[in-house]
């Protein structure tokens, strides 16, 4: 009930792709839905975040789609960069848990 | 605007020796304050998280414990350290209003020989 599931654990993208990482969730009171983006040897940092009330939110290359009904959330990566190459963790949060469940990670590598 | 500091940065300790990793907060009062493990190619697993001073909750029974001496200070310890403890030791702090945005330090890598 408390899990977030995420996939693939590991993704190979080339350059100038679409990288797409999903996840879903049991638990109808998460209220929040972050995605952390964090590099080797650093700390996760947060990347873009998205509320149920909304299907989708873009920043920049970086799009979030939310499908309520179906309880999965989505990173979209446009036009990938080797610069993207790191591990994304969704999250999520609300009702009675206080806490971020994350997801286990996807590692992403962008190709040249 | 807020900052988080974590020291130290790297640390190789022999099996049974003693563990202080410490976690500062700035700008920014009453956090909530949190220490997540991450094994080697692996997720986040929350260990400890704090609402306040002395106030510890453990997630995962462990051969660790945290402890929150001030407000904006948050230790994690170990008397004696396993070769299972080798990891990377994340700090993290949230509001405690509105959503619950973590934030990361930078990392604490420990290998335990």
């Known amino acids: 009930q408390q899990q977030v599931k995420q996939s693939p654990q590991s993704l190979i993208v080339q350059k100038g792709g679409i990288s797409i990482i999903n996840c879903a969730y049991e638990?109808?009171?998460?209220?929040?839905f972050p995605w952390y983006q964090q590099f080797p040897g650093k700390g996760p940092a947060l990347l873009i975040a998205?509320?149920?009330?909304?299907s989708e939110k873009k920043e920049g290359r970086f799009t979030i789609s939310f499908n309520k009904s179906a309880k999965q959330f989505s990173l979209h990566i446009m036009d990938s960069q080797p610069g993207d190459s790191a591990t994304y963790f969704c999250?999520?949060?609300?009702?009675?848990?206080?806490?971020?469940?994350f997801g286990k990670g996807t590692k992403l590598s962008v190709k040249p | 605007s807020q900052t988080i500091h974590q020291w130290p940065a790297t640390l190789v300790q022999p099996v049974g020796s003693p563990l202080s990793l410490e976690c500062t907060v700035e700008?920014?009062?009453?956090?909530?304050l949190y220490w997540y493990r991450q094994a080697a190619g692996r997720g986040l697993q929350l260990l400890f998280y704090?609402?306040?001073?002395?106030?510890i909750s453990s997630e995962v029974p462990q051969n660790l414990s945290a402890s929150r001496p001030q407000d904006r200070q948050f230790i994690l310890s170990s008397k004696k350290l396993l070769l299972s403890d080798s990891g990377f030791y994340l700090c993290?702090?949230?509001?405690?209003?509105?959503?619950?945005?973590?934030?990361f330090g930078a990392g604490s890598r420990l290998t335990v020989l």
């Open positions: 993290a702090w949230s509001g405690t209003s509105g959503a619950n945005v973590l934030t």
């Open positions: 638990n109808t009171a998460f209220d929040y």
């Open positions: 998205i509320r149920p009330d909304v």
């Open positions: 704090s609402v306040g001073i002395g106030q």
């Open positions: 700008g920014t009062s009453n956090p909530n």
């Open positions: 999250a999520a949060i609300g009702g009675s848990q206080g806490n971020l469940i």
